[in-house]
C-alpha cells in the first residue's frame, strides 16, 4: 500500500515498505508538486524495463509488442521526478520504458518496485564492468531477461554468477527472436540480444496482468 505525504516544501513524495527476502524497508519516491491522485496500488505490477543504452529501446518496444501485445510507454524523467513520470505513463501504457545514466540506474530499479511495479534491467552483458556498475547497491529483487542464444549460453550463465543473480534476483532465459526486427541473432550483439529478450519478457508479463485484470 503507498500512501502520500505533502513536504513543507510543497511537493509530494509516495511512502512505502519494500519487503525482500524477510527484511522490510521503508522506501520514500519524490513526486514533485503533485501527486495526481495517486493509486494506493501504484504501479500495479506494470513492467518497468530500465536501460542505459537509449539505441536498445527500440529492441525492447519490438519485443514487448510481439510477445504480448502490450503499450509501450516512454517515462521522461527530464522533465520532473521518476516516480511521478511512472505513475502518470502507466494511466494508459501496460510496459514502462526508461532510460537513464548507467549511475542513475539503480535508483530507478528501486524506485519502480517501491511503486510496486515489476523492475526489468536491460543488463549489459557484453561489459561485464557495466553490469556491475549498473546492479550495485540495488537491494531489490529483480527481474533478469538472459537471451537464450545457444552460442552465448556458458558465457552469459558465467558473467550472471559472477553477478550474483542467481542468489539474488529472478533469472529468466528468453528467446529474443520476437524483438530483433527480423534479424538474425547471429548478426546481433549481445546487448541487443538482451534488450530484445527483456522486452519479450516484459510483454509476457503485461500478457499476464491484462487476464488477471
Known sequence: MIRVERLADGSFQAVTEVVVGVEAREVRVPLGRSAREVDPGGLR????????????A?????GSIRAGGADVGAVDIGSGPMGAGALHAARTSEVLLIVVRPEAACDALVTARAL???PLPVVPFGDPAAAHRMLEGCWVDLDVAIPSVEAERDGLRTIAENL???????????DPRAGLEGRDPAGS???ELTAA?????????ASGNRRWR
Request: glycine share 10%.
Open 45 to 56: 505490477n506494470t513492467p518497468v524495463v530500465v536501460l542505459t543504452a537509449e539505441a536498445l
Open 189 to 191: 550483439t549481445l546487448d
Open 164 to 174: 550474483g543473480l542467481f542468489t539474488s534476483h529472478h533469472v529468466v532465459e528468453v
Open 197 to 205: 529478450a527483456t522486452g519479450v519478457l516484459a510483454g509476457r508479463i
Open 116 to 118: 510496486d511495479g515489476r
Open 58 to 62: 527500440p529492441l525492447v518496444t519490438t
